[in-house]
């Protein structure tokens, strides 16, 4: 099977999927001299999107560029139905958007409550609707016991699982976790899986992981990186299918001698 | 993480729920809500009348809290400065205010600054009235801290508050190169040397013209001095607030291509 990277071209950035997705068109970014990203074109709807990839593959970056961050160097941006051009569509969108960085800073003194209640306001939620959201996302995550815990008394995975609910008190319709579940135990690591799978009827999710499970698990379509550029974007299904019958990948799983034969592939082009 | 809720009364059917049409998820996350949240206070009521926004509002009250090391730190600067300026009656209120309040504005907001920076860059509200609001509340505090010192020091006499004007250029200094530089250490490092060197000018060219020993902080803060320095702090505090605004994305592209904005 040859590499898949959907594509789409024609037609003017914006009207994307009912509203509901991300539309990048000719898509890249430097840091200095440095190239992150290149020639991303990427057009999706609603689903779960895991994004897979070496260190420095611009998984991050591709990530924050979705989050509006990052203002890419070229190409265009169309996020939920809007262009990124514009200071009022841009708020817009910021308003239905969750966003789960890789490096998650939190105020040490806040509760969990109070952390989720400040972006849920910072989101312009509507004020009477913002402590029952607040308490939604608290359940999902399964946070409940601790809602008035200091957040410098949580653990590693809690801290983890109030950065998910942030992202989530206010039913973005865009999603975008950074690792997510690094710290998670496997428990809730399932339990996140489901909640990623219900977000997705109504949401773009998109996940950065290194934990090539979780994506075979829970991503409804795969989009593996290297070196800036997007590689491959399928299923899970056929990324297992680009992995068989070659005895001389590794990998413990089909999806991860999936994941290494696209790589060696892209490389031997390289 | 969870997916269920607590069971009902067993005597309470499916039924009998459906009777009442009541979204019995939306009423008990209401009620948690009320009861893990802390009431809103007339401060914050106040703030959202004023500012039209209740994100604004909550970026207002909760800021001592992020900035509380800076304010204990200012306090305990702040007496130290009263019990010297008593005993030496050498006017330190005056050079101590604008000095710390460089070191809190450039702490207020921004990359280094704030922990939650990366996740609030993607917020609706706009970076620069979070920015403008705690900035607000470093001067608030400094002035409330640097007026109480002033008033039970009765050495400063005529001196009193005329620290106002050169606190706020001072600061506009601080944050211009944090913010240029990404870096609140650096901004609140290149403040202090400024207002350091302002400090000491007159001092070294008294020492160097009249080969004397003596130090008269007092010079530095008197009413003709500062009155006659005036223009040049105005002018400071405007030039670094086009800067700040400029460098924010108020005037459109600028130089840090790597950020959206909002107006």
């Known amino acids: 099977m040859a590499l898949a990277v959907k594509t789409r071209k024609q037609g003017t950035p914006g009207a994307v999927h009912g509203q509901v997705g991300v539309d990048l068109r000719g898509v890249g970014h430097r840091f200095g001299r440095t190239t992150v990203l290149q020639d991303i074109d990427l057009t999706t709807g609603p689903g779960v999107f895991g994004l897979l990839g070496p260190n420095g593959a611009g998984k991050t970056t591709l990530l924050r560029i979705l989050a509006t961050v990052l203002k890419p160097a070229h190409g265009d941006v169309a996020l939920l139905g809007r262009a990124t051009k514009d200071a009022h569509d841009l708020r817009e969108i910021r308003r239905r958007l969750g966003y789960l ?23 312009e939620m509507p004020p009477g609707k913002v402590r029952a959201a607040v308490a939604t996302a608290i359940q999902r995550v ?17 801290l983890r699982r109030v950065g998910i609910a942030q992202a989530i008190v206010n039913e973005p319709e865009l999603l975008l976790l950074d690792e997510p579940t690094v710290g998670l135990d496997p428990e809730q690591r399932v339990i996140f899986r489901r909640l990623l799978r ?3 009827e109504t949401s773009a999710v998109f996940v950065s992981t290194h934990l090539v499970e979780d994506v075979a698990a829970a991503c409804s379509e795969v989009m593996l990186m290297d070196a800036g550029r997007l590689i491959f974007h399928g299923t899970a299904q056929d990324l297992v299918e680009l992995g068989r ?6 990998g413990d799983s ?13 490389r031997e082009r390289r | 993480m969870n997916d269920h809720r607590n069971p009902m009364p067993p005597d309470v059917t499916e039924e009998d729920l459906a009777m009442l049409d009541v979204d019995l998820d939306r009423v008990w996350n209401g009620v948690m809500g009320d009861v893990w949240s802390r009431p809103v206070g007339p401060v914050e009521k106040l703030a959202r009348k004023v500012l039209h926004s209740a994100a604004l509002a909550r970026v207002l009250v909760v800021s001592p809290a992020l900035i509380l090391a800076w304010i204990i730190a200012s306090a305990v600067v702040f007496a130290l400065g009263v019990v010297v300026t008593q005993a030496t009656s050498q006017p330190l209120i005056p050079l101590l205010a604008p000095a710390l309040a460089a070191v809190g504005v450039a702490y207020a ?25 705690r900035i607000t509340v470093v001067f608030a505090i400094n002035t409330v801290l640097g007026a109480i010192a ?54 070294l060219e008294q020492r160097r013209e009249e080969r004397v020993m003596q130090i008269d902080f007092g010079q530095v803060v008197s009413e003709s001095t500062l009155q006659h320095q005036a223009p040049l702090w105005l002018a400071s505090i405007v030039a670094c607030g086009i800067f700040v605004m400029w460098n924010n994305g108020a005037f459109g592209a600028n130089q840090e291509d790597a950020r959206w904005h909002l107006r």
């Open chain 1, 254 to 266: 089909a999806i991860e001698r999936g994941y290494g034969a696209v790589l060696a592939r892209n």
């Open chain 1, 101 to 123: 960085p890789q490096q998650f800073g939190f105020y040490p003194n806040f509760t969990v409550f109070e952390f989720i209640e400040y972006f849920a306001l910072l989101k």
């Open chain 1, 198 to 200: 219900e977000m997705a």
């Open chain 1, 245 to 250: 019958g070659d005895d001389a990948l590794t």
């Open chain 2, 109 to 133: 907001y921004g990359a280094g600054a704030d922990v939650a920076y990366e996740i609030t860059r993607t917020m609706p509200v706009s970076g620069r009235m979070i920015l403008l609001v």
């Open chain 1, 142 to 158: 399964g946070m409940e016991d601790r809602a008035r815990s200091k957040m410098k008394s949580l653990s590693g995975g809690m």
């Open chain 2, 150 to 203: 002033s008033l039970v020091t009765p050495a400063l006499g005529g001196v009193t508050l005329l620290w106002l004007l050169p606190m706020v250029a001072i600061s506009m200094i601080g944050l211009a190169v944090a913010t240029l530089l990404g870096s609140p250490v650096i901004g609140g490092g290149v403040a202090l040397l400024v207002w350091a060197g302002i400090v000491m000018q007159p001092m």
